[in-house]
C-alpha cells in the first residue's frame, strides 16, 4: 500500500458522510413539506364566496370521547348551515304524491334529470288515480330520460295504486305507512316525510353516506346503521336540515373523487382534509352549482337560493 493510500481512504469515508447527511437534510425538507401540505389552513372558506371562515383547526383524536364527537359533529353542521342557510330538497314538487314519485325516480339518475321529466309526467297524470289508470308504455316513454324506465314505470304506478286503494289517494304520513309502498324504502321515506310533512327525518344517500365517513361520525356502512349513529349526535327536530346541508355539501364541494378541499369552508374541522385538491385556486375550479357559478338541479329553486345567486336548471332538451 502506498503512503498516500490511508489519506485518499479518509477523504473518500468524509465524502461520502457528507453525501448521506445531505441525502439525510433533504428528505426532513420533503418530509416536512408533505406535512406542511397536509395541514388545513384556517381560512380555508375564503374560497368560496360567501362562506364563513372556520374558526380553528380541531383534528379529532383517536381515541375521541363521545362528547368531544357529539360537539365536533354539531359545530359543522352549524358551520354548514352558514355556508347553505337556503339549502333544501333538490327535487321539484308541489304536493307530497309529485314528492315521493320524484324521490322514486331518482335512483340511479340526478335530480336534474328528474326534474326535467316530471313536468310532463304530471301534467298528464296529475292524480294518484290518473297514473294508476295510465297506459305503462305511455308512462315508459315520458321516464325513458331517467334509466330503468320500466321498473321506475312499475314502481310508480303500483305506488299510485296503492294510495287508491288503501289510502283513499293520499300520501300517508307515517314512516310505516310510506314503505309499504312500492319502490319506498326508508331513505324515501323520510325524504317525504320531512319536506311534505315537516317531520323529522335522516336522508341517507349517498352523498351523506361519504361524508359522514370522512368525517369519522361513524363507521358504519349500512344505510340503516348510519342513519342510528348519526340520529344520536344530533337532536331530532335538526334531522331534515341537517341532511340537507350535508348533502348540499357532498354535490357542491366535497366530491367522491376529487374533493375541493382548498376550497372547503369546514376543512380545519375534517379528518380527510388532504384526500383532495387543496391548492385554493384548483380547488375552486372544481365547485359545482351555485358555488361554482353554474345553474342547479331545480327547474324551479325556492327564492331564497336565487336570492343568494343560484340559477335554475334548465327544461328538458335546453341543454
Known amino acids: 500500500m502506498t503512503k498516500g493510500a490511508p489519506v485518499k481512504k479518509a477523504a473518500?469515508?468524509?465524502?461520502?458522510?457528507?453525501?448521506?447527511a445531505a441525502v439525510k437534510k433533504t428528505a426532513v425538507k420533503k418530509t416536512a413539506a408533505v406535512r406542511k401540505a397536509a395541514v388545513a389552513p384556517k381560512k380555508a372558506s375564503a374560497a368560496v364566496e360567501g362562506a364563513p371562515p372556520a374558526k380553528s383547526?380541531?383534528?379529532p383524536p383517536k381515541n375521541e370521547s363521545r362528547t368531544a364527537l357529539v360537539r365536533r359533529a354539531r359545530r359543522i353542521d352549524r358551520e354548514l348551515a352558514e355556508?347553505?342557510?337556503y339549502a333544501h330538497p333538490e327535487l321539484d314538487f308541489e304536493n307530497p304524491f309529485?314528492?315521493?314519485v320524484a324521490t322514486v325516480l331518482s335512483a340511479q339518475t340526478t335530480d336534474l334529470r328528474v326534474n326535467q321529466t316530471t313536468p310532463g309526467l304530471f301534467a298528464k297524470y296529475p292524480t294518484p288515480e290518473?297514473?294508476?289508470?295510465?297506459?305503462?308504455?305511455?308512462?315508459?316513454?315520458?321516464?325513458?330520460?331517467?334509466?330503468?324506465?320500466r321498473a321506475k314505470t312499475k314502481s310508480v304506478m303500483g305506488l299510485s295504486k296503492a294510495l287508491v286503494e288503501q289510502f283513499g289517494g293520499e300520501v300517508p304520513g307515517r314512516l310505516e305507512d310510506l314503505v309499504k309502498l312500492p319502490g319506498v324504502g326508508r331513505k324515501t321515506a323520510f325524504v317525504v316525510l320531512g319536506n311534505a310533512f315537516g317531520r323529522p327525518g335522516i336522508t341517507v344517500d349517498t352523498h351523506?353516506?361519504?361524508?359522514?365517513?370522512?368525517?369519522q361520525w361513524t363507521d358504519q356502512t349500512d344505510p340503516d346503521k348510519i342513519e342510528a349513529a348519526v340520529g344520536a349526535l344530533f337532536?331530532?327536530?335538526?334531522?331534515?336540515?341537517?341532511?340537507h346541508h350535508v348533502i348540499f355539501h357532498g354535490r357542491r364541494i366535497c366530491h367522491a373523487r376529487k374533493p375541493a378541499c382548498g376550497a372547503c369552508p369546514i376543512a380545519p374541522l375534517c379528518p380527510a382534509y388532504g384526500e383532495g385538491e387543496t391548492d385554493p385556486d384548483k380547488a375552486k375550479k372544481l365547485l359545482k352549482y351555485e358555488k361554482g357559478g353554474f345553474p342547479g338541479q331545480r327547474l324551479k329553486p325556492p327564492q331564497s337560493?336565487?336570492?343568494a345567486g343560484g340559477k335554475p336548471a334548465p327544461p328538458l332538451g335546453a341543454g
Open 305 to 307: 337560493y336565487l336570492d
Open 130 to 149: 290518473d297514473l294508476a289508470a295510465a297506459d305503462p308504455e305511455e308512462v315508459e316513454e315520458i321516464l325513458r330520460p331517467t334509466g330503468f324506465f
Open 98 to 100: 309529485q314528492l315521493v
Open 12 to 20: 473518500a469515508v468524509k465524502k461520502a458522510a457528507v453525501k448521506k
Open 83 to 85: 355556508v347553505y342557510p
Open 57 to 59: 383547526v380541531a383534528k
Open 208 to 215: 351523506f353516506q361519504r361524508l359522514v365517513r370522512r368525517w
Open 235 to 243: 337532536p331530532k327536530g335538526d334531522w331534515t336540515m341537517l341532511s
